[in-house]
């Protein structure tokens, strides 16, 4: 409503409340830090957003992060990790080997190759040695997999001297050439361990990010003092609803396609953008839509007609958010739970933001901000 009526930067402290799934790294209600602007590239939102954790994260922590950000198409992000919020401070990656085993004699294999499915593998250094074939069958690691939905977890081991073990069936439907294949695209060597994912994309990417974060943990991968953080961009417009069979809005049916996608807008990318930090989404943004006809089609595509919707044209605006609680627990280094925002922390981000709003605003919500800050910092005293 400000964006219309002539707002043309503003931010806000705003409480929410979380109307999806939960997670352990997502609390049902939480705080978040909202800015919007009008007419303003897609280019200068995301330097913007770069100066501002840069400079929070520098006073805070005395951290100094990259300039510029990585970043990952969500495409990208999605075949090498498995996730859009990837955490890269370890380097196991995902390879896709569905076409090493497009003639498989291995049912399991070539039953979802020809159903449409993918093979994904995570190749673990060392694993062979850390992981027992009981463990691979039916113990923690396989219980991994299970959580996300795998009905098994085909596995292979490379010995020491090269050779190749682990499931029967598998092992015997490889000729040497497609071993020698297998282990040129995982970069396998002796003592590693090769854990596969089959089916659908989605449920293969599931399953070996799980499995991936998972091993990193258990044998001491992460690199606890480094600090990864980057740009995630490209996201799909929609995406399938099984239950419903129907497609629906990835992030909201509001977020605008990108100019180079409109003449398919089901399979379109959205100009969308999230920023990630060790594994977490700790920001995300977009274009809004500010053309009638485009927000038509775009309802008309996940089942709203225009009569539920309103009328009116908007003007172009680029809205960012940050998850308040998600980036200050990191800053303190208190589990998200028993996060207290400092008021130190608020302001500084205030004080950054301050030219996006006017004067009113700006003594408005700084107001509200100290309010909710010290009947925060009280109630919290009185439980914890």
Not at 105 to 118: A, M, P, Q, R
Not at 176 to 200: E, M, Q, W, Y
Not at 227 to 235: A, C
Not at 269 to 274: E, F, K, N, S
Request: hydrophobic share 40%; proline share 5%.
């Amino acid at each position: 409503m400000l964006m219309v009526a002539g707002f043309d930067k503003y931010y806000q402290v705003a409480r929410c409340f979380r109307d999806e799934d939960l997670r352990a790294d997502r609390q049902p209600e939480f705080t978040q830090l909202d800015m919007e602007m009008a007419f303003t590239p897609l280019e200068d939102m995301l330097t913007l957003n770069e100066e501002l954790i840069r400079k929070v994260f520098l006073e805070i922590k005395g951290v100094e992060l990259p300039n510029p950000f990585p970043r990952l198409t969500y495409a990208e992000a999605m075949n090498r990790y498995g996730s859009d919020r990837p955490d890269t401070r370890f380097d196991l990656e995902l390879k896709d080997v569905s076409d090493i085993f497009s003639g498989s004699s291995f049912k399991v294999f070539s039953d979802s190759l020809e159903s449409g499915g993918i093979i994904k593998v995570l190749c673990v250094p060392n694993g062979a040695k850390k992981y027992s074939n009981s463990t691979l069958k039916k113990g923690d690691i396989y219980n991994e997999a299970f959580k996300s939905g795998a009905k098994g977890l085909p596995f292979l081991k490379i010995t020491e001297n090269g050779d190749i073990e682990g499931i029967s069936a598998l092992v015997s439907s490889m000729d040497p050439a497609t071993k020698d294949d297998l282990l040129r695209r995982c970069s396998a060597g002796p003592n590693d361990l090769i854990l596969f994912a089959v089916g659908h994309h989605a449920f293969v990417n599931k399953t070996l990010d799980r499995l991936r974060v998972y091993v990193a943990h258990e044998l001491g991968l992460i690199e606890h003092d480094r600090h990864s953080i980057l740009w995630i961009t490209d996201f799909p417009m929609f995406e399938w609803n099984d239950s419903e069979q129907r497609l629906e809005a990835l992030h909201h049916p509001f977020t605008a396609p990108n100019p180079e996608d409109m003449n398919d807008l089901a399979t379109a990318r959205a100009l969308a953008y999230d920023m990630v930090y060790n594994g977490v989404e700790i920001g995300g943004g977009s274009l809004r839509i500010y053309k009638r006809d485009i927000q038509q089609k775009v309802l008309e595509i996940v089942g709203i007609s225009m009569e539920q919707a309103s009328n009116c044209d908007s003007i172009p605006s680029l809205i960012y958010l940050f998850h308040l609680v998600s980036l200050f627990s990191y800053l303190i280094n208190q589990p998200m739970l028993a996060v207290k925002i400092p008021t130190r922390i608020m302001f500084c981000l205030l004080a950054y933001c301050a030219p996006f709003g006017f004067l009113a605003l700006q003594c408005f919500t700084s107001l509200i901000v100290y309010i909710y800050i010290h009947t925060f910092h009280f109630v919290t005293s009185m439980l914890m």
